[in-house]
T-cell receptor, first 114, second 118 residues
Framework: AQSVAQPEDQVNVAEGNPLTVKCTYS??????LFWYVQYPNRGLQFLLK??????LVKGSYGFEAEFNKSQTSFHLKKPSALVSDSALYFC????????????FGGGTRLMVKP | GAVVSQHPSWVICKSGTSVKIECRSL??????MFWYRQFPKQSLMLMAT?????????EQGVEKDKFLINHASLTLSTLTVTSAHPEDSSFYIC??????FGLGKTQYFGPGTRLLVL
């Protein structure tokens, strides 16, 4: 079975400061990892994904994420947060060896204060 | 990135009526579409996986006679909530994945449909 954990329900950061949203995963095969962002009353927007290759993945809106196989983590990062980054962020994993199913973490609400 | 649309974005209906939600992939063909349900302040719960031209695969605990899914073409899937009740009120989100091989393909999500059953 595959699973995703986002240990923080909410992350607060001041505008201009770096931000990190944590994600750890568990799969039996190769992990395909994704980050999505959700604004109020909206669907999910794709930010970035890791399939293979470089452990540091760059995505939309200046976000990046680092795949760490030994720690089974895929933390989302941004060097300088904007107030407009405030939203709900979801990490997701798919087992690269089997199945269609994308499993989501519980979500982390990011609050960026001016 | 690829665009997925949903219609309607909002629907309010009386208890006992049926509601149809459409999900379209606008600029790509999707052999597989997914339907999710999201409760307030919670993550997405996969309801079913829909493959074009075949029957949908429902997750455990999801009533297939209650939530009818049709994936009639490579760009359209529909979810019909039959005989809706207040407990069916929720935010329904569809997702589509581009055709082709590789589980690394990205799933793109629609904007969601908020259903309120009175």
């Amino acid at each position: 079975a595959q699973s995703v954990a986002q240990p923080e329900d909410q992350v607060n950061v001041a505008e201009g400061n770096p931000l990190t949203v944590k994600c750890t995963y568990s799969v039996s095969g190769n992990p395909y990892l994704f980050w999505y962002v959700q604004y109020p009353n909206r669907g999910l927007q794709f930010l970035l994904k890791y399939i293979t290759g470089d452990n540091l993945v760059k995505g939309s809106y200046g976000f990046e994420a680092e795949f760490n196989k030994s720690q089974t983590s895929f933390h989302l990062k941004k060097p300088s947060a904007l107030v407009s980054d405030s939203a709900l962020y979801f990490c997701a994993v798919r087992d690269g060896n089997a199945g269609n199913m994308l499993t989501f973490g519980g979500g982390t609400r990011l609050m960026v204060k001016p | 990135g690829a665009v997925v649309s949903q219609h309607p974005s909002w629907v309010i209906c009386k208890s006992g009526t049926s509601v149809k939600i459409e999900c379209r992939s606008l600029d790509f063909q999707a052999t597989t579409m997914f339907w999710y349900r999201q409760f307030p302040k919670q993550s997405l719960m996969l309801m079913a996986t829909s493959n074009e031209g075949s029957k949908a695969t429902y997750e455990q605990g999801v009533e297939k006679d209650k939530f009818l899914i049709n994936h009639a073409s490579l760009t359209l899937s529909t979810l019909t909530v039959t005989s809706a009740h207040p407990e069916d009120s929720s935010f329904y989100i569809c997702s589509a994945r581009d055709r082709g091989f590789g589980l690394g393909k990205t799933q793109y999500f629609g904007p969601g449909t908020r259903l309120l059953v009175l």
